[in-house]
């Protein structure tokens, strides 16, 4: 079964059909630049004109940075803040004739892992995945199935970094920005890690983003109890996430 996956971005919309056996993309992936300003009428347009450039007339994946509440937007992150409150599922759906599913971007990644990357053989217990890039995205899961819309790169770190927002510690951005060393920013993500595993009691931790190329270079100056491992999916998760989850619809 060959599903269209949509995954929107501030920068960029890129969508792709995926077979649903395997998680692979079939063909190159369409990508088309976000529209400034991102409003929801002019994104909608970039949806509409994915799905015509693949002839797809099925069910749609669609994944948006923002928190999503029964297909609502409630939030807005590097999209225009008409977003916010928004019926984006409706919207999509509206403008393209087609079933849609509409889900926050870091949970289609975790999505992706559990079901064909680094989640596959952690099906039982607690998977946290995290993506480390401009801020942090996260997804956990209970025996494999999805808790949307955690927003743990927002939660407040303790010491040595008392009420500053974790992402604003230990992004990949905050690497970058302040030069440093991989075991330096590997100390900060584990002071991270130790807080999700006081709050959680996670069995593995999976590492998404651009750093899970480099997962080599920091890993080792990890001190968690619980498993860590490198996400398999790349630019990729999102588009095969989001086709994973439009499979679902009625």
């Not at 991102?38 to 970039?46: F, I, L, N, Q, W």
């Not at 403008?95 to 990644?109: E, K, S």
Request: glycine share 10%; aromatic share 8%; net charge negative.
């Amino acid at each position: 079964m060959q599903v269209l996956g949509i995954d929107i971005g501030g920068s960029g919309i890129k969508g792709a059909l995926v077979d649903a056996e395997n998680g692979e993309l079939i063909g190159k992936r369409h990508r088309i630049a976000t529209p400034q300003p991102s409003t929801p009428p002019e994104v909608a347009k970039v949806v509409v004109e994915i799905v015509r450039h693949f002839e797809y007339t099925g069910p749609v994946g669609v994944t948006f940075p923002a928190i999503v509440q029964h297909g609502v937007t409630l939030s807005a992150a590097n999209v225009d803040n008409s977003w916010l409150g928004a019926p984006a599922q409706d919207i999509f759906r509206e403008a393209t004739g087609l079933p849609i599913n509409v889900l926050n971007d870091a949970d289609a990644a975790g999505v992706a892992e559990m079901t064909f990357g680094a989640g596959r053989e952690h099906q039982k217990g607690i998977a946290i995945l995290l993506t480390f890039g401009t801020g942090i995205g996260s997804a956990i899961f209970h025996d494999g199935k999805l808790l949307p819309n955690t927003e743990f790169g927002h939660v407040p770190m303790p010491t040595p970094m008392k009420g500053i927002d974790s992402e604003y510690y230990c992004s990949d951005k905050v690497r970058k920005d302040e030069d440093l060393k991989w075991p330096e920013w590997a100390k900060r993500v584990d002071h991270f890690l130790a807080l999700m595993e006081m709050l959680f009691s996670p069995d593995v931790f999976i590492i998404g983003g651009g750093v899970s190329k480099k997962f080599d270079k920091f890993a080792p100056h990890l001190r968690r109890k619980a498993k860590v491992v490198a996400a398999q999916f790349l630019n990729e998760a999102g588009i095969v996430g989001a086709a994973m989850t439009a499979r679902q619809i009625e």
